[in-house]
């Protein structure tokens, strides 16, 4: 409503005084404010704040008046009042010097400001005033309160009498009225005689007039209140009447509320409380109480000390209240706290230390409630007379703080937009400028310029009725229009804004004129003819209606009252209005889709027609009378009336199944009258009107029905005219705003599937819940409140000397104001379940179920049940948690919802949750049923905390092995490190939740690095190679250091046994793919295991189809007969270049390289054509442009850091960003050199290119082929050889069978399989015959090995030292970058690269050959 912002700032005095300011009073227009001093007056103009004049009064009568106590304005601003300490009463006149002003504003060269424009110095400048001192009256008596009532001058004194003065100081031979002889009684209705006050010594200590109920509150000495009211217009002892509240016996002020006729009541407890007239008996009602909770304020909330001040806005629509001990706070008119500054940045400085609060002697608002202007308790009593250089004003007591407020405070027809709209004294605070960002709802950016960027774009244009969610969201941050500066110079002070319903447009309204403002263009558009803009007063607010602006306004020239309508497009000028003549003064103005509607000051409500008419050049709208309300039989006084909406809500929803089309009419007014909602439906008991001669007016004029009150202490109302049928609930429901007591809504009961409604079910129910923010505005569709929020920031930091302490900077903190929203769907389910609708609640829930966060509501409302029931003292007789509990289930959200509410609560309260919700066991199961593996992990947590360790390992593996055959890696690393704890007894160390990624310790190298074997060692080391069982242990990462302790514990065999038997049957379905990255993602180490399974699981039983099956894994085509049988450049070997010249130092080749590194062993010329072909067919399947880096999809880095023993294999993990579900293995590879081909052999370059499988594929085969070929599994060595069509792997194989002990039924198989595939080539796939065929020489060596099973001599190494360097004159510089490369990346860096590679990876043209040997760098 209204929200604190900036700094205060301080007002230096011109003047040199050493006394301290003590009381401050703005006039009844808000223009001046009068500065009392003990012997001085001083008038001040308000904006700019500069000094007019001053009165000193002389020493010799200072003495005799005494100082000066209170001062209070005649209402037409001609004449002050001041008290003084001895019982006198000085009259002050202030006559005003025509067409002198006493400041000049100087504008700086080629300003555009008008020196022609009227009134322009007026407004600017403050004018030249007099003070006079008229009349002295002598009352004898202390005075304790002044009041100006209409003509009169209430005085209160403290011997007990009234007087009631004349402002020209007479008092009409009026006698004063004695307190004792004015009867009280409880309330108007009991006998006349009322008791007397009764005691001699009493007196009114202080008072105010309230004008709309006519009479005035009272706080006697004795701390006892009430109200004193005139029964005839003769005010005398005799006809006065007054009631007592009974409840109060601590008052120490008063201040009223005339637009909501609330007497507001100090109490020296702290508290305010609020009272009003109850109109039928004439007692004093209690409405609601104003303290502070020492839930909010657990330090200070009871030592606040007695009220000491109350005031209301001018708008009537906050209260401040001060107390004795310092502090502000400001509360809605119903009671919400919007400020305090006890507690929070106002209490305490940024290193904790305590400040003192702000004392407070006087306060009063300015205008439109724009600034609040307190005279300082702490800085005055030790005044400093400082002066500063000119030597010309000192640091005065007078502190201003600055306010914006919501454009409901003033102009309520904005309550049934989705905006929020907040209007600064020359400034607008909008919800929508970033209209043009088709983001998703949650995404919020806390970046200023980002909004800014966004905020240019083009807004989302169309004839939509509500915003998208994510505009009205957006992020943290205001769009922010600085009001025109020559509008604002001549019309300060803003009255009214509005903005139109797509939020492109704003209007504002100053004293004179109005101003608008596109965000589109970012420009303003002023009247052109500015004697236009002032002869017009805008009284009623403004309105959008699609793109005319509707106003009603007074005009000066002709004295009429007028209804006019401007397009916004054309210029601003009359020449362009609709003008229609009205009868009395508008007060409220609204607009209900085509219907535009009036409250004027005769308390008569008109509804005019308005229609678009395109003629001419520009549109133009029309008006029309459509019908007229008298409601002055049921409004006291019209300046009561809040808001009027027309709406087309209305009890009796059966019509609406009748007659559908009249669900979008203009069914009732709502009137909101000093906080009570008074509903006046149609009458449609009598006959129906059939509109058959197309005239649509003649259905509008049904007559009201009697008035309804609908709710009491209502602030603001909110409804929408749209229709959905899918969310009839809320676009039907009306929204309103309580003060404290938070919202209410009125809710529509609809019958399911059109059925007959119930008898006794009631057409509507209103439903009350409580939001911790304060609504501005409701996204209907959304269920969503929107509101803004104070928030402050300390600055203090900046100010260290010790001569800074008085820097307001220091003393307060820097307030902003955010945006903020709340959901509230849950309170409104909850609310429905409690009255027994969980039908309606049903309805109303599905309707809502796409809504992104309608998950978090039914958790919210889960939680927030399950809190207040589970931690209630006394036993619940009829418990709400079971119903929720079901209700939650007719959601396929219910498991997660349920897990996700238990792991947000405290352990203690769980077993509260499951007896309703049911057994965590049972929902484990459902979790496992429905696939949902991550939910069921989050409910092995709860199991683990409530069960024993038997049932939760007994969960977990069912949960892993269900994770494992649905390849979910990043769960199944977890599920083995919660199996491990368990394992080791490590039961209360709940595992981290399924969603959180294990940290990859080292770079991808590390795994190489350990490595001694080599492809192509000597024959000695070829027998230790076959038998290796465990060649690396298992790096242990910090997570997983508390179960790798005891790496032989049964429970790490028992997963080991789960791995295997996974592993064994990914290998008899031929499933290598998932087999390599099943591997890869659990670092289960793969080689180790094969080299056991060799004879068993690894073997290949039929070559043709395992062929077949990896031509489909690996999406690799069939290979088909070239047109021209040409020799391949790469089969003839032609290519075959040095090793070092195509070493790949990648993450995953470069275990090729590190291998001939670290071991000594020669390589034979076997092996280094093997290498070459490794490198040319590698050069074969780069499709990659030579441009720099680039990383491909997948390769393995260990997941664990080198360290303990564990029994988890060896082979690497991948990093988990890269996209798991297909298993995408990374291989970095770079640029390569260019290499020379002929035509002819660039043709048979795209002919093997074409026969080749993507990038990916070829490079997870290749690293297959060396796992299998480590561990000895030949067979399957030879069916990724045929796949791959390369010679030389074959050639590897059969020359590794020729060398060692390989046992005779592999041979066997081998022959066996080859022979197959020949046929089955004959037959079905020719395109494999010219490869069988140049492989056909070691086919018939190996038929000669199968004959002769001839055990292999052992084979000497040639020359092991010189053979390497030979080979790879460049291995030294390899070795020198491989070490350098791995340093392994952060977590951050790495995830990010990886990911940003793995993109760039996918979108690269697979169909681009560039030819040329690799020369790979480690990126």
Known sequence: MYFLSGWPK??????????????????????????????????????????????????????????????????????????????????????????????????????????????????????????????????????????????????????????????????????????????????????????????????????????????????????????????????????????????????????????????????????????????????????????????????????????????????????????????????????????????????????????????????????????????????????????????????????????????????????????????????????????????????????????????????????????????????????????????????????????????????????????????????????????????????????????????????????????????????????????????????????????????????????????????????????????????????????????????????????????????????????????QLIMLQRDRSGPQIRDKDNNPNQRKHLPFCAPVVLAQSVENVWTTCRINKQKRHLLEALWLSCGGAGMKVWLPLFPRDHRKPHSFLSRRIMLPFHINIYPLAVLFEDALVLGAVNDTVLYDCLYTQTSAREHLEVLFPFSIVERTSQIYLHHILRQLLVRNLGEQALLLAHSCATLPYFPHVLELMLHEVLEEEATSREPIPDPLLPTVAKFITEFPLFLQTVVHCARKTEYALWNYLFAAVGNPKDLFEECLMAQDLDTAASYLIILQNMEVPAVSRQHATLLFNTALEQGKWDLCRHMIRFLKAIGSGETETPPATPTTQEPSSSGGFEFFRHRSISLSQSAENLHSKFNLTKTLSMPSGPSVKRWSKDSDCAENMYIDMMLWRHARRLLEEIKLKDLGCFAAQLGFELIGWLCKERARAARVEDFVCALKKLHKDFLWPFPVIPASSINSPFKNGKYKTAVGEQILKSQSADTFVNMEMDTGISTTPRSRSWLGTISSSQREMDTVSSHGPHMQDAFLSPLLSKGDECSIGSATDLTETSSMVDGDWTIVDENFSSLSLTQSELEQLSLELASKGPHKSQVQLRYLLHIFMEAGCLDWCVVIGLILRESSVINQVFSIMQSSDIDGEICQNIKTGLDAVDKWASTDCPGYKPFLSIIKPQIQKLNEIVEEQVQPEAFQPVNPSKAPEQANPRAEESRTSCSHGTNPLSDAGSSNASRHEEDKAKTEDEDSFQEGSYDCVVS
Request: glycine residues 6%.
């Open 10 to 675: 301080r007002l230096l005095c011109p003047l040199e005084t050493l006394e301290r300011p003590l009381h401050i009073q703005t006039d009844p227009q808000r223009a001046f404010f009068a500065v009392l001093f003990p012997s001085q007056l001083s008038i001040w103009y308000c904006r700019p704040s500069v000094l007019i004049v001053s009165y000193k009064e002389l020493s010799k009568a200072a003495s005799q008046f005494g100082p000066y106590k209170q001062a209070e304005w005649r209402p037409d601003s001609t004449m002050i009042a001041v008290s003084t300490a001895n019982g006198y009463i000085l009259f002050f006149e202030i006559p005003s010097a025509r067409d002198k002003y006493l400041y000049e504003p100087i504008y700086p060269k080629g300003s555009p400001h008008l020196k022609g424009t009227p009134h322009y110095k007026e407004e600017q400048c403050a004018p030249s005033l007099n003070l006079e001192m008229k009349k002295v009256l002598d009352l004898q008596a202390s005075i304790t309160s002044l009041q100006s009532m209409l003509e009169d001058l209430l005085v209160a004194t403290a011997d007990g009498f009234l007087h009631l003065i004349h402002w020209d100081g007479m008092t009409n031979g009026r006698k004063a009225i004695n307190l004792c002889t004015v009867p009280f009684s409880v309330d108007l209705q009991s006998s006349r005689a009322g008791s007397l006050l009764g005691f001699e010594d009493v007196y009114i200590r202080d008072m105010e007039y309230c004008a709309t109920l006519d009479g005035f509150a009272v706080v006697f000495n004795d701390g006892r209140v009430g109200f004193i009211t005139p029964m005839s217009s003769r005010f005398t002892a005799e006809q006065l009447h007054g009631v007592w509240a009974q409840d109060v016996v601590d008052g120490t002020c008063v201040a009223v509320n005339n637009k909501y006729r609330l007497m507001a009541f100090g109490c020296a407890n702290g508290s305010v409380q609020v009272y009003t007239i109850d109109t039928t008996t004439g007692a004093m009602q209690f409405s609601h109480k104003l303290e502070l909770t020492p839930k909010q304020y657990p330090d200070i909330w009871n030592k606040t000390g007695p009220v000491k001040l109350i005031r209301w806005s001018p708008d009537s629509c906050v209260v401040m209240v001060t107390w004795e001990c310092g502090g502000l706070s400001l509360w809605s008119v119903f009671g919400a706290q919007l400020i305090c500054t006890l507690g929070g940045d106002f209490a305490y400085q940024s290193d904790g230390a305590k400040k003192d609060p702000l004392k407070i002697c006087s306060m009063t608002w300015g205008s439109e409630g724009y600034h609040l202007w307190v005279i300082d308790g702490n800085s005055s009593s030790n005044m400093k007379s400082e002066r500063n250089a000119n030597n010309e004003a000192q640091l005065f007591g007078i502190l201003q703080f600055q306010f914006i407020k919501s454009a409901l405070t003033v102009n309520p027809c904005m309550s049934n937009q989705e905006q929020v709209l907040l209007q600064g004294e020359d400034r607008l605070y909008l919800n929508c400028g970033d209209a043009a960002q088709p983001q998703s709802p949650r995404n919020t950016s806390a970046h200023s310029e980002h909004s800014h960027s966004r905020e240019r774009g083009p807004f989302s244009g169309g004839s939509l009725d509500s915003q998208g969610l994510s505009t009205l969201l957006g992020h943290r941050h205001w769009h922010v229009v600085q009001i025109h500066s020559t509008y604002l110079e001549s019309n300060w002070p803003i009255r009214f804004s509005a903005i139109d319903k797509l939020g492109q447009n704003v209007a504002v309204v100053g004293k004179f004129g109005f101003a608008h403002y596109s965000l589109l263009t970012k420009k303003w558009k002023l009247f052109g003819n500015i004697t236009q803009e002032q002869t017009m007063m805008v009284t009623g607010g403004l309105a959008w209606w699609n793109d005319f602006i509707v106003l009603a306004c007074y005009n000066l020239n002709d004295h009429q009252e007028e209804l006019r309508i401007y397009l916004r497009t054309s210029n601003l000028d009359n020449a362009f209005a609709h003008i229609t003549k009205v009868q009395a003064n508008t007060l409220l103005l609204s607009v209900f889709r085509d219907i535009v509607i009036l409250f004027r000051a005769d308390c008569s409500i008109c509804l005019y027609s308005i229609e678009r008419r395109s003629e001419g050049l520009n549109p133009t709208a029309s008006i029309q009378i459509l019908q007229e309300v008298s409601m002055s039989r049921y409004i006291p006084h019209p300046f009561l009336v809040v808001s009027v909406t027309l709406t087309s809500v209305r009890t009796e929803t059966g019509i609406t199944l009748k007659m559908p089309q009249q669900a979008c009419e203009a069914e009732s007014i709502m009137l909101n009258l000093a906080g």
